[in-house]
C-alpha cells in the first residue's frame, strides 16, 4: 500500500503562482508514474499532468499546458506541480495520484492522495 500526502495548496490571486508537492510513501512499479487531477465543484475528476520515471516524460492536458510544469524527485518519491498564470477556473481540489505508467496514472490510477484545495480568486 502506497500513501500519498499533498501539500502547497492554498488562496491566490488570478495571475498568481503556487506549487504543489506530493510526496508517496514507498517506492513500488505503482509509483512509476505520478501526476495530478483536479476536481472542481459539481464537475467530474480530470487528469492534470503527469511524469515518469526514470526518464522525466510529462504529459499535460491542454487546459494546463504552457501554464503548469511537472516534476519530480527520484530521490524522495516526490511530485510537484508549479502552477502559473493561475486562472479561477483552475480552483479546484487537486489530487494527486500513481500508477505504473504514464497511461495507466491518466487511465486508472493505482492510488490516490486526500487531496489539496486551490482557490484562485478573480
Known amino acids: 500500500q502506497v500513501q500519498l500526502i499533498e501539500s502547497g495548496g492554498g488562496l491566490v490571486q488570478a495571475g498568481g503562482s503556487l506549487r504543489l508537492s506530493c510526496a508517496a510513501s514507498?517506492?513500488?512499479?505503482?509509483?512509476?508514474?505520478m501526476g495530478w487531477f483536479r476536481q472542481a465543484p459539481g464537475k467530474e475528476r480530470e487528469f492534470v499532468a503527469a511524469?515518469?520515471?526514470?526518464?522525466?516524460?510529462?504529459r499535460y492536458a491542454d487546459s494546463v499546458k504552457d501554464r503548469f510544469t511537472i516534476s519530480r524527485d527520484n530521490t524522495k518519491t516526490t511530485v510537484y506541480l508549479r502552477m502559473n498564470s493561475l486562472k479561477p477556473e483552475d480552483t479546484a481540489v487537486y489530487y494527486c495520484?500513481?500508477?505504473?505508467?504514464?497511461?495507466?496514472?491518466?487511465?486508472?490510477?493505482?492510488?490516490w492522495g486526500q487531496g489539496t484545495q486551490v482557490t484562485v480568486s478573480s
Open positions: 495520484a500513481t500508477g505504473s505508467s504514464l497511461s495507466a496514472v491518466q487511465n486508472g490510477p493505482d492510488y
Open positions: 514507498a517506492r513500488t512499479l505503482s509509483t512509476s508514474a
Open positions: 511524469i515518469t520515471l526514470p526518464l522525466p516524460i510529462a
